[in-house]
């Protein structure tokens, strides 16, 4: 069964970092690309970052662009994203995604890790 | 970025009755590869986002036969052919043809 659990959310300052973790496992992890998505309270989802299976090519929203750094460890089955400069438009629940790479969409998602910007 | 228009934002249905949900892309999402990857997700209350369709018209996994999605181009459907209570929540439909993914507003499904 494929599972993904994220952790590292929390309450932060504006102009602060956080890095969050997505544990998957009951897959071959180091097969498929990732992607981080996210949902502002009340909100639809947002596309915030991917990052490829093989050569590690990494993608970026432009609203997170220089801001955010999406990385992976294949040796702990593990997806991180590290956020600095947060804002206040960075709250969200940040989910991680498992992309399904020859159909071009995520097939699985995590239950979500909340990130709130605030003073 | 590619923009991924809606309509409608709110669909109140009668159970066992049908439902559809119209999504625009402000570009052809035609590939170069040939295909069309246009996914409508399913996210109900107080859960994470689930994925029913990918490439136009094809049911994930364990979704039920009730749900499906047409279209090509910029121009696509998702009808519900008969609402049951557990489909109530807010429908998604999103592009990854190009490298940066965007998605509709969402449209929500209730029971009148």
């Known amino acids: 069964e494929v599972q993904l659990v994220e952790s590292g959310g929390g309450l932060v300052q504006p102009g602060g970092s956080l890095r969050l973790s997505c544990a998957a496992s009951?897959?071959?992890?180091?097969?498929?690309?990732m992607s981080w998505v996210r949902q502002a309270p009340g909100k639809g989802l947002e596309w915030v970052s991917a990052?490829?299976?093989?050569?590690?090519?990494?993608?970026?929203a432009d609203s997170v662009k220089g801001r955010f750094t999406i990385s992976r460890d294949n040796s702990k089955n593990t997806l991180y994203l590290q956020m600095n400069s947060l804002r206040a438009e960075d709250t969200a629940l940040y989910y991680c995604?498992?992309?399904?790479f020859g159909e071009g969409t995520t097939d699985y998602w995590g239950q979500g890790t909340l990130v709130t910007v605030s003073s | 970025d590619i923009v991924m228009t809606q309509t409608p934002l709110s669909s109140p249905v009668t159970l066992g009755q049908p439902a559809s949900i119209s999504c625009r892309s402000s570009?052809?999402?035609?590939?170069?590869?040939?295909?069309?990857?246009l996914s409508w997700l399913q996210q109900r209350p107080g859960q994470p986002p689930r994925l029913l369709i990918y490439?136009?018209?094809n049911r994930f996994s364990g979704v039920p036969d009730r749900f499906s999605g047409s279209g090509a181009g910029t121009n696509f459907t998702l009808k519900i052919s008969r609402v049951e209570a557990e489909d109530v929540g807010v429908y998604y439909c999103?592009?990854?043809?190009?490298?940066?993914?965007?998605f509709g507003q969402g449209t929500k499904v209730d029971i009148k």
């Open positions: 995604a498992k992309v399904w």
């Open positions: 009951g897959f071959t992890f180091s097969s498929y690309a």
């Open positions: 990052i490829s299976a093989g050569t590690g090519s990494t993608y970026y």
């Open positions: 570009q052809s999402l035609v590939h170069s590869d040939g295909n069309t990857y």
């Open positions: 490439k136009i018209s």
């Open positions: 999103m592009q990854s043809t190009r490298i940066t993914w965007t």
